[in-house]
């Protein structure tokens, strides 16, 4: 079995600046693919950014050149940097990672999900 744990977020003013962490465990045997999603109310899931295990990385447009995603594969832990926050940002934020477990099942799982407000 494979966990996603995710920890930071919260309330922010415009500007401001949050970190999100998330890190897998289980019986892990390789770590691919791991991301940000986001859902705003009323409306679908989203790709924030993604990052593979050889660090090539991918952003949505409205997040480039303010939020930074980096992974450290010795720990299967991805962090999300997000920097100059807006209004728009505010949703909730979901760890997403493509595992090949020691069974040798490869499959996507998600973070329970984590608060991202941005408020004055």
């Known amino acids: 079995q494979v966990q996603l744990v995710e920890s930071g977020g919260g309330l922010v003013q415009p500007g401001g600046s949050l970190r999100l962490s998330c890190a897998a465990s289980?019986?892990?045997?390789?770590?691919?693919?791991m991301g940000w999603y986001r859902q705003a109310p009323g409306k679908q899931r989203e790709l924030v950014a993604v990052i593979t295990s050889g660090a090539g990385i991918n952003y949505a447009d409205s997040v480039k050149g303010r939020f930074t995603i980096s992974r450290d594969n010795a720990l299967n832990t991805v962090d999300l940097r997000m920097n100059s926050l807006k209004p728009e940002d505010t949703a909730v934020y979901y760890c997403n990672a493509e595992v090949l477990s020691s069974t040798n099942y490869r499959s996507k799982y998600w973070g329970q999900g984590t608060q991202v407000t941005v408020s004055s």
């Open positions: 289980g019986s892990i045997r390789s770590v691919y693919n």
